[in-house]
């Protein structure tokens, strides 16, 4: 799979958009580009995934750049709840499915 | 339905004692993952059954490390003699995703943990 590049930290006022950029060059063809996120204390939990399309759930929306080589995730409406570490993660097809954590961006959403 | 499970939550062990830690996935999930988490960092797979067939197990650190998966439901990781560097987070995760398939749908959903402290 795919190394990823995140920045370590953003900080985000509450109720601005939050847009946390995740960069992906080496990545192939039949690879999604994954989002999870971990509040503290935490496990992770799923936020969103594409593939070359933009994506939008009730979370968040995923931007992902023509060539594919990086994405943001982005959520519209940043509350105090959302701070938490962010981590991007690509993904292929055919193996067992075990996902590999970088470092993740701490993302803290300040009042 | 109710998620993915773990007990216990917090377990402190002296070295050289065995643990065992339990997971209860989403009922129905063929696909069960262990991870690793240490302070600071991103978890780290550890092993991965499908069903009750363990696929993978090449993140297990050391041979003190045995995962189990009898019935295919019900998951138990085993640390044997705890070492100081065991001390970590240890999550399950699930999933419905039969390994080999599409990364379309691989969305794992995660226990809360179980925090190990070895002293």
């Known amino acids: 799979d795919a190394k990823t590049t995140q920045p370590t930290s953003m900080d985000c006022a509450e109720g601005r958009a939050a847009n946390l950029p995740c960069n992906h060059s080496?990545?192939?063809?039949?690879?999604?580009v994954y989002w999870y996120r971990q509040i503290h204390s935490q496990g992770p939990q799923y936020i969103i995934h594409?593939?070359?399309n933009n994506e939008t759930n009730e979370m968040a929306s995923l931007i992902i750049t023509e060539d594919r080589k990086s994405s943001t995730l982005i959520l519209p409406h940043a509350t105090l709840r959302d701070t938490a570490v962010y981590y991007c993660?690509?993904?292929?097809?055919?193996?067992?499915?075990?996902?590999?954590f970088g470092q993740g961006t701490t993302l803290q959403v300040k009042p | 339905g109710a998620g993915v499970s773990q007990s216990p939550r917090y377990k402190v062990a002296k070295r050289g004692q065995d643990v065992a830690l339990r997971c209860d996935p989403i009922?129905?999930?063929?696909?069960l993952f262990w991870y690793q988490q240490a302070l600071g960092q991103g978890p780290e797979f550890l092993t991965y059954?499908?069903?009750?067939?363990?696929?993978?197990k090449s993140g297990l650190p050391s041979d003190r490390f045995f995962a189990e998966r009898p019935e295919g439901s019900v998951s138990t990781l085993k640390i044997q003699r705890t070492q100081q560097e065991d001390s970590a987070v240890y999550l399950c995760?699930?999933?419905?995703?039969?390994?080999?398939?599409?990364?379309?749908?691989?969305?794992?959903?995660f226990g809360p943990g179980t925090r190990l402290t070895v002293l």
């Open positions: 080496t990545i192939s063809g039949n690879e999604y």
């Open positions: 594409g593939l070359k």
């Open positions: 995760a699930s999933s419905s995703r039969l390994a080999g398939g599409s990364a379309k749908n691989n969305e794992q959903f």
């Open positions: 059954f499908q069903n009750e067939a363990q696929l993978d």
């Open positions: 993660i690509v993904h292929g097809s055919g193996n067992t499915g075990k996902l590999i």
């Open positions: 009922s129905g999930h063929v696909s």
